[in-house]
T-cell receptor, first 113, second 114 residues
Framework: KAGVTQTPRYLIKTRGQQVTLSCSPI?????VSWYQQTPGQGLQFLFE???????NKGNFPGRFSGRQFSNSRSEMNVSTLELGDSALYLC????????????FGQGTRLTVV | AQSVTQLGSHVSVSEGALVLLRCNYS??????LFWYVQYPNQGLQLLLK??????LVKGINGFEAEFKKSETSFHLTKPSAHMSDAAEYFC????????????FGTGTRLTIIP
C-alpha cells in the first residue's frame, strides 16, 4: 500500500512569489491535514480537509490556503511568500472521524530567498 | 485547549542504557496521545498511541509508554538504547471533537553515545 506522497520534496522560491504544494493521501483515506515545521515554532497545524471540506484551520494568515479534490488529493498554496515561510511542510493522511492514526508524508522543504 | 509539554529538548544516553523521554499533557477530557519519531529530512513516523484501551502501550522498535492520569503523563521508554534510535521525538495530543488536528510538543532530540 503506497504511503503519503508529497511533491515536490524541495523547493526554492523568491520573496513575493507564490507556491503550491501537493499531497496525495493513502488510498482510501479521505482526511488530509497540513503542518508547518520550523526550528523556532516547531510543528504547527495549518488546516485539515475531509471529503473536500475544510474542517479545521490553524492560526495562520490568509496567505495560506488549501483545498482538497474529489480524489482526496490536497494542495496548499502560499501567496506573497515571506522569508519566514521557509519551513518543512508536512501532510498527514487519515481515515476520517473516529480514526486515531495519522500517517505523514516526507514533507516538502520550502526555502524562500 | 489541549497541549503537551516535553521536558528536555535534548537527551543523551549511552548505547544499551534506558531511554526515558518525558511528556505531560493538559486536557479537560481524556485525550488521545501519540509519540512520533522523525529522522533527519524525513516525515513523522508513529511509534505508538494511547486511545484509552490500555494504559501501557507498546509500540514499534521496542518503545513503550504508560498513560498515568494522576500525573497527566505519557512518558516514552525503551529498556536498551540502540544507535539507530538517534532521532527527534514528538509527543502529540489529538482533538477529540471529531477532526484529526494534532497538537505537538516541542520535541526531544535523542543522542546515543557509543
Amino acid at each position: 500500500k503506497a504511503g503519503v506522497t508529497q511533491t515536490p520534496r524541495y523547493l526554492i522560491k523568491t520573496r513575493g512569489q507564490q507556491v503550491t504544494l501537493s499531497c496525495s493521501p493513502i488510498s482510501g483515506h479521505r482526511s488530509v491535514s497540513w503542518y508547518q515545521q520550523t526550528p523556532g515554532q516547531g510543528l504547527q497545524f495549518l488546516f485539515e480537509y475531509f471529503s473536500e471540506t475544510q474542517r479545521n484551520k490553524g492560526n495562520f494568515p490568509g496567505r495560506f490556503s488549501g483545498r482538497q479534490f474529489s480524489n482526496s488529493r490536497s494542495e496548499m498554496n502560499v501567496s506573497t511568500l515571506e522569508l519566514g515561510d521557509s519551513a518543512l511542510y508536512l501532510c498527514a493522511s487519515g481515515g476520517g472521524p473516529g480514526n486515531t492514526e495519522a500517517f505523514f508524508g516526507q514533507g516538502t522543504r520550502l526555502t524562500v530567498v | 485547549a489541549q497541549s503537551v509539554t516535553q521536558l528536555g529538548s535534548h537527551v543523551s544516553v549511552s548505547e544499551g542504557a534506558l531511554v526515558l523521554l518525558r511528556c505531560n499533557y493538559s486536557s479537560s477530557v481524556p485525550p488521545y496521545l501519540f509519540w512520533y519519531v522523525q529522522y533527519p529530512n524525513q516525515g513523522l513516523q508513529l511509534l505508538l498511541k494511547y486511545t484509552s484501551a490500555a494504559t501501557l502501550v507498546k509500540g514499534i522498535n521496542g518503545f513503550e509508554a504508560e498513560f498515568k492520569k494522576s500525573e497527566t503523563s505519557f512518558h516514552l521508554t525503551k529498556p536498551s538504547a540502540h544507535m539507530s534510535d538517534a532521532a527527534e521525538y514528538f509527543c502529540a495530543v489529538s482533538d477529540l471533537s471529531g477532526n484529526e488536528k494534532l497538537t505537538f510538543g516541542t520535541g526531544t532530540r535523542l543522542t546515543i553515545i557509543p
